[in-house]
């Protein structure tokens, strides 16, 4: 158990130490230049476990393009966008409120009903962006409101992906999602070339960054869940606003303020309350097992 807790704890910081990679490269970088770069090398990447033969279904190759449109288009181009006009540190806070979106888009998409811990988390994670708007520590109106624009794109694909779960294996699916966006990426990406600053350094930054958020930290993710309760590894996402925090002050030098730790705080809080586990009693947890296997 203790290996796939690892597992988790090394996928999430993974994620979180890539929004201050992320925040470097979009200073070399166009951002269709670095999505292209990054979803094609990580489909060369993930093609061999991929095993893919023929192409999926219609319906299921819809809706991997949408996840890709909206998980990792929408979702890079705004964060890219976003870590041009604002810091690392806010990013990764902003970023925190991604449990607590995903709950109020499953109520209000999927007619999920949510528990009154589950709006308690809605709103604390309101409270916490006030928070860090309010303390001014890097806060910008347009930074920050195009991080949680790319908060509610990875919203939608995760709705998406939950909809379409188990339509593929895992590998197959991203390979699919990440080809996809390159295609897209391409022709955009050829016109932003030529403004393209090519360092070893950046070449070497986007390498890290292929291999770690798109390869990586997703086989330790799924390799945790393999053992470890959804409730539980749920948790684990809280190392991905701190370790962005973190990574932020350490690495860049950024400013790290009263009011940042109270947005921090409050942000993590409402993660704790998204991810903990249902307190059902035995009987309810038979009549939902009982209705999950028809």
Same mark, same amino acid.
């Not at 209000?108 to 604390?124: D, F, T, Y």
């Given at each position: ?24 490269? $979009?200073?070399? &970088? =166009? #951002?269709?230049?670095?999505? !292209? ?5 990580? %489909? @060369? +990447?993930?093609? /061999? ?115 379409? $779960?188990?339509? &593929? =294996? #895992?590998?197959?699916?991203? !390979? ?5 966006? %390159? @295609? +897209?990426?391409? /022709? ?107």
């Amino acid at each position: 158990m203790i290996a796939a807790y690892a597992a988790l704890a090394a996928s999430m910081a993974m994620v979180g130490a890539n929004v201050v990679i992320l925040k470097i490269l $979009a200073e070399h &970088l =166009p #951002i269709f230049v670095i999505l !292209f770069l990054r979803s094609g090398l990580a %489909a @060369v +990447l993930i093609a /061999p476990f991929a095993r893919v033969r023929r192409l999926p279904p219609r319906r299921v190759l819809g809706n991997l393009m949408l996840q890709a449109a909206f998980g990792t288009l929408a979702y890079n181009i705004l964060l890219l966008a976003g870590l041009q006009r604002t810091g690392a540190v806010q990013a990764g806070l902003v970023l925190a409120t991604l449990p607590s979106v995903i709950a109020l888009g499953a109520a209000i998409g999927l007619g999920e009903r949510l528990m009154p811990r589950q709006w308690l988390a809605v709103g604390l994670a309101a409270l916490g962006i006030a928070a860090l708007a309010h303390g001014g520590g890097g806060f910008s109106l347009t930074g920050d409101g195009l991080v949680f624009g790319a908060v509610c794109g990875e919203a939608v694909y995760a709705l998406l992906a939950r909809r379409a $779960a188990g339509s &593929l =294996p #895992i590998m197959q699916a991203t !390979f699919w999602m990440q080809a996809a966006s %390159a @295609v +897209l990426c391409l /022709p955009i990406a050829l016109g932003q070339f030529p403004e393209a600053r090519l360092t070893f350094t950046v070449v070497g930054l986007l390498v890290v960054h292929s291999l770690t958020a798109s390869l990586l930290a997703l086989l330790l993710w799924y390799h945790g869940m393999k053992t470890v309760k959804a409730g539980v590894a749920g948790a684990f996402t809280a190392l991905l606003p701190a370790t962005a925090t973190l990574a932020g002050v350490a690495v860049l030098g950024e400013a790290f303020t009263g009011s940042d730790a109270v947005g921090l705080a409050v942000l993590l809080a409402s993660i704790l309350l998204i991810v903990l586990p249902d307190r059902a009693p035995p009987f309810e947890v038979q009549r939902r097992l009982r209705r999950w296997s028809r």
